[in-house]
């Protein structure tokens, strides 16, 4: 099943048995296996891929014209012809990842293994889905030239922004979401500029995605990602998949409420989350204690120089991100919370060290193997990675879910 959204075209996680078994989704399997398993020959790729050795040797061929495959030398068996053996090329593709906020577009591109091999954070003049599409254009062509790939091996780019996606009351939060974007379909616009295939997904579910195939959530299979990016967002994976809600907008923890009577959002709630442990909301804090601060480093040089100003946002921050916490956990059963994003990580440290998480949550048991909130690994690039890493798994694996 299928939706048509503002994303553009919403995969489920519903994978057809044998109907799914079509070229492309056994060109998955034979990747995968041959990634997971190198190097190996043409029959023992089919054995354990269920295939036939003509199938495979079908697809090892287009696999080897586009880059993905190299031949690496013969094995000797106890008897028979020595196999041809494969291995994975990891150079042989890349994706690009572009992170958009209303303020910059960071690009990250990274090879078959997620590694990095280029990035940029550039500026963009407004919010404007016009303008956007000439930042991504330009950054994504410079980031092809910069790391020196050719055109015909760029697998596609992951759009990653802030939600919320499609009309709804979010949509005029002020601040934090693209603004004019509700009616246009994001993913059509984006893959037409710039010629090749596009996802479109929101920020945190993106880091999370990131924390999973490169960082500190590596073998986690359920688990939440409490996204510091303009405003705050909350990636969900649960038993290995993306939960994404109807619209995509499953996550919009910002405007939680963790205090009654609280302060007044541009949403119209009082008390939202995003009022008190935003970066936005610390930068306000900061302001109406007469500290004038620019950049997201500023923080840290604060806290570095023990700002009073900073330090009680830190404890009131703490404090409301506790109650978010337990609620996450209540609702979802995470193996743990990770806090990351566009924040300096000496503040994120911060922050996890006020912690006070409430006792009465399900992730609070004597059996846990790790700490009930991490650190997120990847720093301000974590988002852009994710989206690339999202094109980078739907050409080399072989379920349409992200993991698996
Ligand atoms: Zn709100």
């Known amino acids: 099943m299928m ?46 891929c269920g295939l036939s050795v003509q199938a495979v040797s079908n697809i ?143 920020d945190a579910t993106a880091a999370a995605i990131s924390e999973r195939v490169s960082g500190v959530a590596r073998g986690l299979d359920s688990f939440c990602f409490i996204y510091f990016g303009t405003g705050l967002g909350l990636g969900v994976i649960s038993g290995g998949h993306v939960q994404g809600g109807v619209m995509g907008n499953a996550g919009e923890i910002g405007h939680i409420i963790t205090a009654s009577e609280g302060l007044p959002c541009a949403c119209g709630n009082h008390g939202c989350l995003e009022m008190y442990a935003s970066r936005t909301s610390a930068l306000h ?20 120089q023990n700002s009073e100003a900073l330090l009680n946002w830190l404890d009131s921050a703490a404090e409301h991100l506790s109650r978010a916490i337990g609620m996450v956990e209540n609702l979802f059963d995470p193996e743990a919370v990770i806090l990351g994003g566009a924040m300096p990580d000496t503040i994120i440290e911060a922050l996890i060290a006020r912690l006070n998480l409430p006792r009465g949550s399900v992730a609070n048991r004597k059996d846990r193997a790790i ?20 094109i980078v798994h739907q050409t080399i694996t072989p379920s349409i879910t992200v993991f698996n």
């Open 371 to 390: 700490d009930r909130v991490l650190q997120g690994s990847s720093g301000r690039f974590t988002a852009a990675m994710g989206g690339a890493a999202m």
């Open 285 to 304: 804090f900061l302001e109406k204690n007469g500290v004038e601060v620019g950049s997201g480093d500023d923080l840290s040089q604060l806290l570095a």
């Open 60 to 202: 090892i061929e287009s696999l080897e014209r586009e880059g993905l495959l190299l031949a690496a030398g013969h094995r000797v068996g106890a008897r028979g012809k020595p196999a041809l053996q494969y291995r994975f090329d990891p150079d042989g593709a890349f994706s690009v990842g572009v992170e958009l906020r209303p303020d910059i577009a960071i690009c990250a591109l990274i090879n078959l293994s997620g590694e990095m091999i280029f990035s940029e954070q550039t500026d963009l003049a407004d919010a404007s889905l016009s303008c956007a599409i000439e930042a991504v254009d330009k950054v994504v062509n410079r980031a092809i030239r910069a790391s020196g790939r050719a055109q015909k091996n760029w697998l596609g780019t992951g759009i990653v922004m802030p939600g919320p996606f499609g009309m709804s009351e979010l949509s005029f939060a002020g601040g934090t979401a693209l603004p004019g974007w509700e009616h246009v379909n994001i993913r059509r616009a984006f893959s037409e500029a710039l010629g090749c295939e596009v996802i479109v997904e929101n």
């Open 3 to 48: 939706t048509e959204t503002a994303m553009g075209k919403r995969q489920t996680s519903i994978i057809g048995g044998n109907a799914g078994r079509n070229r492309s989704h056994n060109r998955r399997v034979v990747l995968d296996f041959v990634r997971a398993n190198e190097p190996a020959g043409r029959a023992e790729i089919a054995r354990s």
